[in-house]
């Protein structure tokens, strides 16, 4: 999950809280095609999909430093602070459902799932949404080892266009379905998505190189970089001008790019640092859970589907089954920021730095 920047940017972690609700929506929310949603709900469709390029480019926006540095003694924390919730949380979500299988069959796991989430984080019947910490951990070992054999100037420049190049060239070719599509569920999504998830990189990476520029620009140029930000991610959804790439695994595309590059300007050049602090302070004591909310929300939303809002069964139409279940995700959010911020509070080290 993207780190915090050293200089905080209350847009950008105002962005991450946002985008965790995205993960809800998107595992949980009954919902139409967005050809047939209008209006607001159109909006909230596509933010389902853009938590995870906005995290990916974060992710890369925030540690370009260290991959151009070549420190090892970073790459080694970077790897034990991607490693732990990724092994702990697969264990916990095991355990969790092991036992409540007992009582419940529909919730049935078994030691094959439990490798293929500890191997590739994709599990059906597990934390499923692990294949971005696993193409996390591909990735930065990587761009790392790109960066330690590639050793010249503007080596950052050269090697985020290439991740761009090999990314879109992937997608919008046959390889996509030549490589990937013939692949079992726990292999498909975690590899065939490592190259969807290179232009996002690529782009983090690239605005991290402009980021002195991009600081430099006057109060009015930042406003107007926020609103074409706004406008672009307007345009590409609404108006789907982008080529549509040879899909696969999701995520592919460079309309999605495109998004994700727009909401990412406008809320990095807001103004939110001129709101009163209390406002920094919430949002700073909120986003530090995002990486937890991301690890948990799908446990709790299991829980929350099967033993609360089953009882008693609603009868109602489509349509305000769909707001219905919009609510009910709004609670699975709020739940799963709750939980995070318990469980930091165990007098154990790994109960807060798998959650923050």
């Given at each position: 999950?993207?780190?915090?920047?050293?200089?905080?940017?209350?847009?950008?972690?105002?962005?991450?809280?946002?985008?965790t609700?995205?993960?809800?929506?998107?595992?949980?929310?009954?919902r139409?095609?967005?050809?047939?949603?209008?209006?607001?709900?159109?909006?909230?469709?596509?933010?389902?999909?853009?938590?995870?390029?906005?995290?990916?480019t974060?992710?890369f926006?925030?540690?370009?430093?260290h991959?151009?540095?070549?420190d090892?003694?970073w790459?080694?924390?970077?790897?034990?602070?991607?490693?732990?919730?990724?092994?702990?949380?697969?264990?916990?979500?095991?355990?969790?459902?092991m036992?409540?299988?007992?009582?419940?069959?529909?919730?049935?796991?078994?030691?094959?799932?439990?490798a293929w989430?500890?191997?590739?984080?994709?599990?059906?019947?597990?934390?499923?949404q692990?294949?971005?910490?696993?193409?996390?951990?591909?990735?930065?070992?990587?761009f790392?080892l790109?960066?330690?054999?590639?050793?010249?100037?503007?080596?950052?420049?050269?090697?985020?266009?290439?991740?761009?190049?090999?990314g879109?060239?992937?997608?919008?070719?046959p390889?996509?379905?030549?490589m990937?599509?013939?692949?079992?569920?726990?292999?498909?999504?975690?590899?065939?998505?490592?190259?969807?998830?290179?232009?996002?990189?690529?782009?983090?990476?690239?605005m991290?190189a402009?980021?002195r520029?991009?600081?430099?620009?006057?109060?009015?140029?930042?406003v107007?970089?926020?609103?074409f930000?706004?406008?672009?991610?307007?345009?590409?959804?609404?108006?789907?001008?982008?080529?549509n790439p040879?899909?696969?695994?999701?995520?592919?595309?460079?309309?999605?790019?495109l998004?994700?590059?727009?909401?990412?300007?406008?809320?990095?050049?807001i103004?939110?640092?001129?709101?009163?602090?209390?406002?920094e302070?919430?949002?700073?004591a909120?986003?530090?859970y995002?990486?937890?909310?991301?690890?948990?929300h799908?446990?709790?939303g299991?829980?929350?589907?099967?033993?609360?809002?089953?009882?008693?069964?609603?009868?109602?139409?489509?349509?305000?089954?769909r707001?219905?279940?919009f609510?009910?995700?709004?609670?699975?959010?709020?739940?799963?920021?709750?939980?995070?911020?318990?469980?930091a509070?165990?007098?154990?080290g790994?109960?807060?730095?798998v959650?923050?």
């Amino acid at each position: 999950m993207a780190e915090t920047p050293k200089k905080i940017n209350v847009g950008l972690n105002l962005l991450r809280i946002v985008l965790t609700f995205g993960f809800v929506l998107d595992h949980f929310w009954i919902r139409d095609s967005p050809g047939i949603l209008t209006g607001i709900e159109r909006a909230v469709w596509h933010m389902r999909t853009l938590a995870v390029p906005a995290f990916m480019t974060m992710t890369f926006f925030f540690t370009a430093d260290h991959f151009r540095a070549g420190d090892a003694s970073w790459l080694k924390k970077r790897f034990v602070r991607l490693y732990e919730p990724f092994i702990f949380w697969a264990l916990a979500y095991w355990v969790l459902r092991m036992g409540v299988s007992v009582f419940n069959p529909e919730y049935a796991t078994s030691f094959h799932d439990l490798a293929w989430q500890l191997v590739l984080g994709s599990s059906r019947t597990l934390t499923m949404q692990f294949w971005f910490h696993a193409d996390l951990i591909i990735l930065t070992a990587a761009f790392f080892l790109a960066f330690r054999v590639v050793r010249i100037a503007k080596a950052n420049l050269y090697l985020a266009l290439g991740a761009i190049a090999v990314g879109f060239t992937v997608q919008y070719t046959p390889l996509n379905a030549m490589m990937f599509s013939g692949m079992g569920f726990e292999t498909k999504y975690p590899l065939g998505r490592v190259f969807a998830m290179l232009p996002y990189a690529g782009a983090g990476f690239l605005m991290a190189a402009a980021k002195r520029r991009i600081d430099a620009l006057s109060a009015g140029e930042k406003v107007v970089s926020a609103l074409f930000g706004l406008w672009l991610a307007w345009f590409v959804i609404y108006w789907n001008v982008c080529p549509n790439p040879h899909e696969v695994v999701g995520y592919e595309g460079l309309g999605m790019n495109l998004i994700a590059w727009g909401v990412m300007a406008a809320f990095y050049h807001i103004p939110f640092h001129r709101l009163p602090a209390a406002f920094e302070k919430a949002v700073l004591a909120v986003s530090r859970y995002a990486m937890g909310v991301y690890c948990v929300h799908l446990a709790l939303g299991w829980l929350f589907y099967d033993y609360v809002l089953r009882l008693p069964k609603i009868e109602t139409s489509y349509g305000e089954m769909r707001a219905f279940s919009f609510a009910a995700c709004l609670a699975v959010w709020a739940l799963s920021y709750a939980f995070c911020a318990l469980f930091a509070r165990i007098p154990l080290g790994i109960c807060r730095r798998v959650v923050e």
